[in-house]
């Protein structure tokens, strides 16, 4: 498999281990957990469905057959203090970024436009119906992502959405780096817009190659995140190392108890369980120069939940 570096898009300034670094003092905090519930039992049995339709035989070659394009937006909403500070050279390197991590899985995306909008409500998130509403694009296979300049997590949100983390400093009031929603089994040809209305993934600024946020400022969560979009679960899901623990349902992604913070050399959170961690999966918490790849597990479940569960909706 390709491994994949960040290294020449952005200079790395500091090899700390999470967040802004100035000449003033940086509070550090480490990446928090999943910000909502697990996946619901919906999913679930979906998922159940996509494990069958896997392990029939000739089901990995069937799975690579033909490149998924996925037509995609993308959405700029910036406070008035952080207007114009998202540039056309973030935008594109965020793109070209995000081709470069899905193409050993041949998934393409297909960037139909770009918006701006200035709005201190909608940077901070605190109205995200309203915001998706007025912004979203195409039907439920458009992948839609938000960036804002002061995400925050939706105010008793009780949907599908994933943090890359909690985290504090003196350059960032938000607290979370994004979140997505994972495909939903209900949702059908025929379902009404106001029905997948806040499909789509939630992107902190900052983190865009170029963005203020060190460490992560090279589009990692940008990729991570719509990991979730189409289909995947960290891969510390569950972060057990019980073998009643399925943990992201994916064989090849070694077992795993906790998130990986910053980049370590090492890292083994099931010592009984074979395999390392898995620290250079772009489904862990690791700082972006720690993200390489996704395991060919991954990639095949990828494309069937794109094919159970969004093409053609």
Known sequence: MVRHSFAPLVVLVTALY???????PVVFQKRGICATEDPDP??????????????????????????????TWFHIVTSKAEAGKVTNDMINSQFSILQDAYE??????????????????????????????????????????YFQTDLQASPGDTGRANHRGALSSNDLSSSVLGFCTLPDPSINATSARADYIKDGCNVLAKTMPGGSLDLYNRGGTAIHEIGHWNGLLHTFQGESCSSDNPGDYI???????????????????????????????????????????????????????????????
């Open 251 to 313: 064989a090849d992604t070694p077992q795993q108890s906790t998130p990986t913070d910053g980049c370590p050399a090492r890292k083994d959170s099931c010592v009984d369980s074979p395999g390392l961690d898995p620290i250079h999966d772009f489904m862990d918490y690791s700082s972006d120069v720690c993200y390489e790849s996704f395991t060919p597990g991954q990639t095949q479940r990828m494309r069937r939940m794109w094919a159970s569960m969004r093409e053609g909706k």
């Open 104 to 145: 050993d899985a041949s998934i393409l995306f297909r960037l139909l436009g770009v918006t701006r909008h200035v709005n201190d409500v909608w940077a901070r998130n605190e109205d995200e119906v309203a915001m998706k509403t007025a912004l979203r694009k195409g039907s439920y296979r458009t992948l839609n992502v």
């Open 42 to 71: 919906s999913f679930l049995s979906a998922l159940d469905l996509v494990q069958v339709d896997e392990s029939r035989p000739n089901a990995g070659s069937e799975a690579r057959q033909g490149p998924i394009e996925i037509e």
């Open 18 to 24: 999470i967040l802004q670094a100035q000449c003033t």
